[in-house]
């Protein structure tokens, strides 16, 4: 995934970005980016590799050396940015957040019509900021720009754009991503996170909608394109991605998730499959307030019989080889033996994608002597790889466990009964939580179920993006 934060303001706001650019670590693994204007020195620029260092580290001493009243800062899981592109509409810095799945079509079509040349990466890959920039130059002004771009593009494109005088941003037209904009006194950011601004001192002035893009100055915040209600935000940004302080279209994150725990405990409850455990506990860090909920529901005493260690431990999903990612994930759950050894546990997840790091965390737990295990996916099935972010992208979507199994039992006609599948009270859904269980060594599995995620967000579904569990557009 990945996320950004800017400022601008009558004051140097370099720190203001430094901290806030931080706070959106959890978003992404790979790089992260600065880049400042000052008219004295002109441009500047800092980009490093976060994989084995976090952000705060890696980029202290630039913070402390670059000056500025405008400023933009990016967590990056892909390419390497901000960059500075010099078009007909001047120099500036760029970073976006997305997905580009027509990249290669495009990158000809502008050679075909005379753009000279890409900034590339190492690996020979166009840099997608520098392909949106030459999109954007193909028209007289940024706001048509912009929305050339995002027209053009299949996928997902939120992005900044840092000038001499003032920030551009436009959040997708599809508004999967957030973007808030707070207001200080002197001056204005922009950030995917409410929270990454309160401590800095800043107040929510507005949240874009899609396709939304504004101008700020150190002065105001000037609407470019009215954009739309009709949005379709991601809902693993409450499920999974999201910082519990987060607030996304009125909704808290660690809500919504207590929420969430508690429909699924009210629904075990309603369908007679409340299971007769010790204790009801979360898989760090995203699981432990959808169990909460869950325990609260159900009257369950709560525990953590596993904890995650942190303090130099990676996040599991950073190393970019799957069986070092299995490592890492094994490594840092430590057990509390007291509350494992002859108990019986219910633990909840956030989802299950392949399984194999669920495998190991059950294989974990009955090694520390858990007598029964049984696990509740705070989502439903992924049965699609996104098109839109970078959750659950995969070579291919057997990878995902289970349309591994739904495959093994239909062939390519599999694709037919997805919905069945996804349902627990189906010979089909049944099927499939049973064929998990045995695969995962699991005493009773349940989903959450899609109406029920709904709820627990509280907004309407056609509201909120859900194509990785039913394939919807």
């Known amino acids: 995934m990945g996320g950004f934060f800017g400022a601008i303001?009558?004051?140097?706001?370099?720190?203001?970005?430094?901290?806030?650019?931080?706070?959106?670590?959890?978003?992404?693994?790979?790089?992260?980016?600065?880049?400042?204007?000052?008219?004295?020195?002109?441009?500047?620029?800092?980009?490093?590799?976060?994989?084995?260092?976090?952000?705060?580290?890696?980029?202290?001493?630039?913070?402390?050396?670059?000056?500025?009243?405008?400023?933009?800062?990016?967590?990056?899981?892909?390419?390497?940015?901000?960059?500075?592109?010099?078009?007909?509409?001047?120099?500036?810095?760029?970073?976006?957040?997305?997905?580009?799945?027509?990249?290669?079509?495009?990158?000809?079509?502008?050679?075909?019509?005379?753009?000279?040349?890409?900034?590339?990466?190492?690996?020979?890959?166009?840099?997608?900021?520098?392909?949106?920039?030459?999109?954007?130059?193909?028209?007289?002004?940024?706001?048509?720009?912009?929305?050339?771009?995002?027209?053009?593009?299949?996928?997902?494109?939120?992005?900044?754009?840092?000038?001499?005088?003032?920030?551009?941003?436009?959040?997708?037209?599809?508004?999967?991503?957030?973007?808030?904009?707070?207001?200080?006194?002197?001056?204005?950011?922009?950030?995917?996170?409410?929270?990454?601004?309160?401590?800095?001192?800043?107040?929510?002035?507005?949240?874009?909608?899609?396709?939304?893009?504004?101008?700020?100055?150190?002065?105001?915040?000037?609407?470019?394109?009215?954009?739309?209600?009709?949005?379709?935000?991601?809902?693993?940004?409450?499920?999974?991605?999201g910082y519990p302080n987060a607030v996304y279209e009125g909704v808290n994150v660690e809500a919504m998730r207590a929420r969430n725990g508690e429909i699924m405990a009210e629904t075990d409850i309603r369908n007679g499959r409340l299971p007769d455990v010790d204790y009801v506990c979360g898989v760090p860090d995203s699981g432990i307030p959808h169990a909460i909920g869950y325990a609260n529901k159900s009257g369950i005493p709560f525990a953590r019989p596993f904890i995650k260690y942190t303090p130099t431990w990676p996040r599991s999903f950073m190393p970019q080889n799957q069986a070092m990612r299995n490592k890492v994930a094994k490594m840092k759950l430590i057990p509390v033996h007291e509350l494992i050894e002859g108990k019986k546990l219910l633990f909840v997840d956030d989802s299950i994608v392949r399984g194999t790091q669920m495998r190991e965390t059950v294989e974990f737990l009955y090694e520390n002597g858990a007598k029964e295990v049984h696990m509740r996916s705070a989502c439903p099935p992924i049965m699609f790889g996104c098109k839109y972010l970078n959750f659950s992208r995969s070579n291919s979507e057997l990878d995902l466990i289970a349309r591994q199994i739904i495959q093994e039992k239909e062939g390519a006609d599999g694709i037919k009964y997805i919905s069945e599948y996804s349902d627990s009270s189906t010979e089909r859904g049944k099927c499939l939580r049973d064929e998990i269980c045995k695969r995962l060594k699991l005493t009773s599995l349940e989903f959450q179920s899609l109406p029920g995620t709904v709820r627990a967000v509280g907004l309407p579904e056609c509201k909120l993006c859900t194509y990785c569990w039913n394939g919807k557009e």
């Not at 590799?49 to 400023?71: H, Q, V, W, Y």
């Not at 580009?100 to 000279?116: P, S």
């Not at 002197?186 to 401590?199: H, I, N, P, R, V």
């Open 9 to 241: 303001s009558h004051n140097d706001c370099i720190s203001d970005v430094f901290f806030g650019t931080d706070y959106h670590s959890h978003l992404g693994t790979r790089r992260g980016g600065m880049a400042a204007y000052d008219p004295e020195i002109g441009f500047q620029r800092s980009i490093h590799s976060i994989e084995n260092s976090p952000f705060r580290t890696k980029f202290e001493n630039d913070a402390a050396n670059m000056r500025g009243k405008l400023c933009i800062g990016c967590i990056s899981d892909s390419d390497p940015q901000p960059i500075l592109v010099t078009s007909k509409l001047g120099l500036y810095a760029i970073c976006n957040v997305g997905i580009i799945n027509n990249a290669q079509e495009l990158y000809e079509e502008l050679l075909g019509n005379g753009c000279a040349n890409f900034e590339s990466m190492t690996s020979g890959n166009i840099n997608s900021s520098a392909l949106i920039g030459a999109l954007i130059a193909q028209k007289d002004s940024f706001t048509e720009g912009v929305k050339y771009a995002q027209e053009k593009i299949e996928g997902t494109l939120t992005l900044i754009i840092m000038t001499r005088d003032c920030i551009i941003a436009s959040r997708d037209k599809r508004g999967r991503l957030p973007i808030i904009i707070g207001k200080r006194s002197d001056g204005y950011c922009l950030s995917f996170e409410s929270f990454a601004y309160q401590k800095l001192g800043y107040n929510t002035c507005k949240e874009l909608r899609a396709g939304e893009i504004v101008k700020l100055t150190a002065d105001g915040c000037e609407t470019l394109c009215e954009g739309s209600e009709d949005m379709n935000i991601c809902t693993f940004l409450w499920t999974y991605y």
